[in-house]
């Protein structure tokens, strides 16, 4: 299986809509859940039908050998 990644920057608007869907008042890591950490990524898997946040430690540890476009 490939691994395709696309980056989209956190605009305000799509930061609003992920913290709706979740519930949320704001976004915090899924890996991690430290509300301290900043989120810097977002990764989809459609396959799932799901969105992760991530923050920049957790995006760091992420595996290494996968294109990012």
Do not use: K, N
């Not at 859940?33 to 990764?43: G, I, K, L």
């Amino acid at each position: 299986m490939d691994l395709i990644v696309e980056t989209e920057p956190l605009t305000p608007s799509l930061i609003a809509a992920l913290c709706a869907a979740r519930a949320q008042t704001m976004l915090i890591c899924d890996r991690c859940r430290d509300p301290d950490a900043v989120v810097v990524a977002t990764m989809e898997i459609p396959a799932m039908d799901e969105t992760f946040t991530l923050c920049g430690s957790c995006t760091r540890a992420l595996p290494r050998g996968y294109c990012v476009v």
